[in-house]
């Protein structure tokens, strides 16, 4: 099965695109986005190191809720705890009591940034521009187990409990497939024509979505050693983040060229390109996404400094 898309070809007259928002409180570009702490809400993370919550309630109501010294990579965030770790472009991870609105701890473990933190089985894990996969324990607020993975930067992380594994997107064109005890179970070498910026399980686990530099999307069969069933340039230029509706049926990607584009999960084909001449999309490189639950709206950050929500019908 290998299906092969034409990038200029996105018609589908049902779908229905409308911008809700667009939400300017950021000064800088915009990396990060995370869920809040109840389902209308969310965080983004900054170039001018804010962390900003947004309320979809009501889009006036944005308040910042933290304050680094430098670029914010990357965010994750707690609410049970109500606690908030950001990763910054040196490698510091920072812990910020978002009740007292204060980071608590900082601790500069990477190098050369942090681009993805998760949260699996109660402890914290970072990718770094190191090469390294680093594991942290929440209660102590520090590294217990380093992994040197790469020569290169990690990109992305993401996790599947029902198979118990870690995939790893990573600058050295490879991606690592690894087990709970970060024990390298494959290595796919050559995944992309370089740095693999996006890797994303689909909702069932059967597929492994990735994305990068090269602006390509491939889809892995994970039921059948992870060989790849699909391949396609799905953009012009970077592909940096891949979604899932939380229905499942479609999901996004962003990238560097400016555009979101809408593809159905089970097809793998192209919907609809969301751009800036047709829906007033962002005016540069689109940073990361995130679905929310709230109305399902699709939300979107970028190097313009400005973070949309949009409504996808179909």
Known sequence: MNYKINISTSAHPIMKIKQIARLTGHRASV????????????????GEGWVIRWDMRDMEQATVVAKVETNIFSLLHLPKRNLLLAGNMYGGLHWVDLNKKK??????????????IQ??????????????????SIEAMRPVETLELAAESLRSLTYNDARQEWVVGASD??????????????????????????????PKGD????????AHLKIWNTEADFRMESEQPAHWFTLNDIVYHPEGHIFATASRDKTIKIWDATTFKLLKVIDTARYGCHINSVNCLLW???????????????VMVWEIIL
């Open 31 to 46: 990396y990060a986005l995370v869920r809040g702490s109840a389902s209308s809400q969310f965080l983004s993370g900054g």
């Open 103 to 116: 980071d608590v701890r900082n601790i500069a473990y990477h190098k050369n940034g942090i681009f993805d």
């Open 119 to 136: 949260y699996v089985n109660d402890d914290i894990y970072t990718a770094g521009g190191d090469g390294k996969l680093v594991k942290w």
């Open 173 to 202: 064109k490879a991606i690592y497939l690894l087990d709970n005890d970060l024990n390298i179970k494959k290595r796919i070498e050559g995944a992309h024509d370089n740095s693999v910026f996006t890797v994303r399980y689909s």
């Open 207 to 214: 597929y492994l979505l990735s994305g990068g530099r090269d």
């Open 292 to 306: 929310s639950t709230y109305n399902n709206y699709l939300i979107s950050c970028s190097d313009d400094r400005t």
